[in-house]
């Protein structure tokens, strides 16, 4: 097993080919078009929340080690599916259900995400 620290080289649109180091959490880099420098990002596994088979949230660890004009701090990459639906009573309670769940889930990632930025298990 190496000890280098893990590296991906990415095509990008203004610089050619950009090495990186590679976090431990990053699921890869799937797409190979290339982008501008300052967008490279890594990305890790995506968390789908859901509400009878709907997305309602995507969250993810994500690091932008590049940027300029965010954060080049790890956090967490969070996006909202936009669900719309007409819901009778009691779907409007099994929404509710589904968010109280869906929050309970963010708690546990916002926790994961502490111990990684606390320097812990990747």
Same mark, same amino acid.
């Given at each position: 097993? @190496?000890t280098e620290?893990?590296?991906v080289?990415?095509?990008?649109i203004?610089?050619g080919?950009?090495?990186l180091p590679e976090?431990?959490?990053?699921a =890869?880099?799937?797409?190979p078009r290339?982008? /501008?420098r300052?967008d490279l *990002?890594? /990305?890790? #596994? %995506?968390h789908?929340?859901?509400?009878?088979?709907?997305?309602? !949230? &995507?969250?993810m660890?994500?690091? @932008? #080690?590049? *940027? %300029?004009?965010?954060s &080049?701090?790890?956090c967490?990459y969070?996006e909202? @599916? =936009? /669900?719309? =639906?007409s819901?009778d #009573?009691?779907g409007? !309670?099994?929404l509710a +259900?589904?968010?109280?769940?869906?929050?309970?889930?963010?708690? *546990?990632?916002?926790?994961?995400? *502490?111990?990684v930025l +606390? =320097?812990g298990?990747?």
């Amino acid at each position: 097993m @190496s000890t280098e620290p893990r590296t991906v080289t990415l095509p990008t649109i203004d610089h050619g080919d950009v090495t990186l180091p590679e976090p431990a959490w990053c699921a =890869g880099h799937p797409d190979p078009r290339p982008q /501008y420098r300052t967008d490279l *990002a890594h /990305y890790g #596994p %995506e968390h789908r929340l859901t509400f009878n088979g709907a997305p309602l !949230y &995507r969250l993810m660890l994500v690091q @932008s #080690p590049l *940027a %300029e004009r965010m954060s &080049r701090d790890l956090c967490a990459y969070v996006e909202e @599916s =936009g /669900y719309t =639906g007409s819901l009778d #009573p009691a779907g409007l !309670y099994d929404l509710a +259900a589904a968010l109280d769940a869906a929050a309970d889930q963010m708690r *546990a990632f916002a926790d994961q995400l *502490a111990v990684v930025l +606390a =320097g812990g298990a990747e």
